[in-house]
Every structure is written in C-alpha cells, then in structure tokens.
C-alpha cells in the first residue's frame, strides 16, 4: 500500500478495520510568523521500506522532517504514530517512541572515543546514567552490542577506542547512524546522508542504509537523486510547503510538474 493509495482520514479517528500505519501527518502546517513552511500536508507511511522526500531549495523538506521528530511542533493538524496522537510531543519523548532522527550536520562527540560514543544512546536507551568512568562496566555489559553496531556501520572493531575526532568524514556518518541504530528506532529519519561526501563514501552510505532499512522503515531527505533513485521505493517531491505530487523515482522524474519545480516551465514544456 502506497501514501498515494492510502490517504489520512482529515476528521475523526482511524477507521477501525484499517490497520494503522506506522506514521501518519493529517492536514499538518507550519507558520513562522507569517510565513507558512509547511502548508496542509497529509501523508501516511506505511508498506514501504524507504521513503524519500524530495523537492527544490524551500520546499519545506527541512521543516517536514523537524515536525516530522518532533523538534518543531505543528502550528495546525494532527501526527499520529501507530494511530497513537503524537502531536506537539518533544523530540526526546518522540525518541523513545521509535523515531530518530539522524542530522545533516555531524552530531558525534569528537572528545569521546568511538566505543563512548556508542554506549551513551544504549545508556540512554536503557534508563541509566552516563558512567564512563566505571569503563570495565559498561564493556562488560554493552560490550557485544558496541562490537555488533560496529560490524553493521563497517568501522573496524580495533578502532573503538579512538577519538571520533581522528575518524574521516564518511565514517563520522557512519558512526553517527550508529548511534542512531543504538537507540533501536523502528523509523529512522535521514537528513541528508550524504552530503558533503566524496562518489566512494555515497555509494558505501547508499548500501548501508539498504542494510539499515532491513526490519526497519527508514525516511531519507536527499538532494542527490542519484541516491534517492537507488534507495527510496516511494518518493514524496514538496514545492512551496505542499506536497507536490508522489510515487516511484521513474515516474516521478517525468512529472512535468516536478520538472518544472526543478528547472522551470520551459524545461517541463520541452519534456512534454
């Protein structure tokens, strides 16, 4: 089931005989001042493994997502998770719901070293404080689970007691989908994984969020469509605030209203 084929119900609650999905958006917005970032969008996750959002340079993309993890709250609408109203809640308790979110920027702790790193979101997850100092005890009880998310992200496990700092860049964004796949999400939002990367480490990112999305739904926000193509089933293209149109990447691509948003109305027409 598609979003195209399964839109929110806008009133009332979810029909009972449908299964709810795993996050829905009903009629959501967002105004800054007079300023509408995110205008009526309504959307429903659910049967896909990846999704992409899309969409030229002040679409609203940003915002979606930071509404989407609860680091903005909407202005008007409903969010949903599991058909459980999630709406206005903070991005912590959005967390230990099941939604992560993973940032454009890189948000690892250089001083820290790659195993410390690790054991904080697992820490966390788990209720107890942040003991580094007691180091033969969270080895011992985290230990595994630091070398087995280690194996996943493809950082050597000899390296974790470096600094974080000394890792290159592609994998301080490995680490750092690391300590997001620490926290056990079962959605994860990527905002823009790749940026900043060279040709080898987007295609090494590109794999292992496929791997990620195993058991998972994983949301990539990305302006490389190279990387939305390979990896997104569905894709959701925003213009102005609004959701402009969704579908597969090839369908998708030859919208002339999607054209048209990326390259002007000339463009489109030529492609008609």
Do not use: C
């Not at 000394?166 to 790749?194: F, H, N, Q, V, W």
Request: aromatic share 6%; charged share 20%; glycine share 10%.
């Amino acid at each position: 089931m598609s979003l195209a084929e399964a839109p929110i119900a806008t009133k009332g609650p979810i029909a009972a005989n449908a299964a709810p999905a795993l996050l829905e958006l009903a009629n959501v917005s967002k105004h800054f001042g007079g300023f509408v970032a995110v205008n009526d969008v309504s959307l429903r996750f659910a049967g896909k493994s990846i999704y992409g959002i899309i969409g030229p340079n002040g679409a609203g993309k940003t915002t979606l997502f930071n509404l989407l993890s609860g680091v903005l709250k909407p202005t008007h609408g409903r969010m949903l998770h599991r058909g459980a109203d999630i709406t206005g809640m903070p991005a912590q308790t959005i967390a230990r719901r099941g939604i992560v979110r993973s940032f454009q920027i890189t948000s690892i702790f250089s001083n820290l070293t790659i195993a410390e790193n690790l054991a904080l979101p697992i820490q966390r997850r788990e209720g107890g404080g942040t003991r580094f100092w007691a180091r033969n005890r969270w080895r011992e009880q985290h230990g595994a689970e630091i070398d087995e998310l280690l194996d996943q992200v493809g950082i050597q496990r000899d390296w974790q007691d470096r600094r974080a700092s000394s890792l290159p860049y592609g994998l301080k964004r490995s680490l750092e989908l690391g300590i997001s796949l620490a926290a056990r999400p079962e959605l994860l939002l990527l905002d823009e994984p790749t940026a900043g990367m060279s040709l080898q480490d987007i295609g090494r990112i590109t794999d292992l969020i496929r791997r990620i999305a195993a058991g998972r739904m994983v949301i990539v926000v990305e302006h490389n469509l190279g990387v939305i193509s390979d990896l997104a089933e569905e894709i959701v293209v925003m213009q102005q605030g609004k959701v402009l149109t969704i579908g597969a990447y090839e369908d998708v691509r030859r919208d002339p209203r999607v054209i048209a948003a990326y390259l002007g109305t000339r463009a489109a027409e030529g492609h008609a």
